[in-house]
């Protein structure tokens, strides 16, 4: 079933997304379309042909010369499962928005396949701290004192993205999730270790949503909770695994199902007040 998707202005300026072929950036879109959710679309080039192009008489063999142009940049992934053929879009995320995805999938591609594009992106973002720390060598003392003051003078302000951080930014990594949540959860346990049960969680999360600014807002809201002991139970706050245990619990921490350290203060001062006036 085809879906209505989006073409963001920053794909027609995209460096690598010109190198392609006309026909090649059209097929990559129309694969949008037909992709499920979670940007996984099938591999048969006649059922693709007939349905991104049902009235052009464009020939099967020009199609698959344009998917292997596709795969040689690492656009789609080529993958099979129980003898079907299927493409994964790796950046397909990057693209789309997916709030509620659809139950209705086709098959997940296989975990070495995932596990290759995590340590590439892994790779990816160690070179881009290593040429941020080649330039601030490059600065004077003084300019990176500044810097950290004002990085200082951030964090303690309020946390939230700096005005170079675009809100629409992504997370790519259980990484970055998990820094992102060390970020805005300085209440709640820290995480030691990324295991294996871990990583899937986070990565089944990231497959729900991954854009940064959701995930802000589960852990500043996650980062209030506190649920008052009693003589039976301590008092509980969350922490990451309670968080990616379920996309049902991200829901509830935004939807306010949990009591927060400001209502645990409020019912302190109600009491208050209720003692004093049975006093008088």
């Keep these: 079933m085809a879906r209505s998707r989006i073409v963001r202005p920053e794909f027609w300026?995209?460096?690598?997304?010109?190198?392609?072929?006309?026909?090649?950036?059209?097929?990559?879109?129309?694969?949008?379309?037909?992709?499920?959710?979670?940007?996984?679309?099938k591999g048969n080039p006649v059922w693709l042909k007939s349905q991104i192009f049902p009235y052009d008489k464009i020939q099967t063999?020009?199609?698959i010369r344009t998917l292997n142009e596709l795969q040689t940049l690492g656009r789609?992934?080529?993958?099979?499962?129980?003898?079907?053929?299927?493409?994964?879009?790796?950046?397909?995320?990057?693209?789309?928005?997916?709030n509620r995805p659809s139950k209705t999938r086709n098959p997940e591609p296989p975990p070495d396949i995932l596990d290759r594009l995590n340590e590439h992106s892994m790779s990816t973002q160690r070179a881009l701290n290593d040429e941020t720390e080649t330039e601030i060598e490059i600065e004077t003392e003084t300019e990176i004192e500044i810097e950290k003051k004002r990085k200082r003078e951030e964090r303690v302000s309020s946390p939230t993205f700096s005005s170079k951080e675009p809100l629409d930014s992504t997370?790519?990594?259980?990484?970055?999730?998990?820094?992102?949540?060390?970020?805005?959860?300085?209440?709640?346990?820290?995480v030691l270790k990324i295991t294996p049960d871990r990583r899937k969680k986070i990565l089944l999360r990231l497959k729900e949503n991954y854009q940064k600014v959701f995930w802000v807002e589960v852990f500043k809201r996650a980062d209030e909770i506190l649920i008052p002991g009693n003589r039976r139970h301590a008092e509980w706050k969350p922490?990451?695994?309670?968080?990616?245990?379920?996309?049902?619990?991200?829901?509830?921490?935004?939807e306010g199902?949990?009591?927060?350290?400001?209502?645990?203060?409020?019912?302190r001062a109600i009491q208050s007040l209720l003692e004093e006036q049975d006093e008088l």
């Design 13 to 41: 300026s995209d460096e690598k997304i010109s190198s392609l072929s006309f026909l090649a950036r059209l097929i990559y879109i129309g694969m949008w379309n037909f992709s499920d959710d979670f940007g996984v679309v």
């Design 257 to 267: 199902k949990y009591p927060t350290t400001g209502q645990k203060h409020r019912q």
């Design 61 to 63: 063999p020009l199609i």
């Design 171 to 190: 997370i790519q990594t259980p990484e970055e999730f998990v820094e992102l949540y060390h970020r805005f959860c300085p209440n709640l346990p820290q």
């Design 76 to 98: 789609i992934i080529s993958f099979s499962s129980n003898g079907e053929q299927f493409f994964y879009l790796p950046y397909f995320r990057r693209h789309q928005v997916i």
């Design 239 to 254: 922490n990451l695994d309670f968080v990616i245990e379920s996309s049902s619990n991200c829901v509830k921490i935004l």
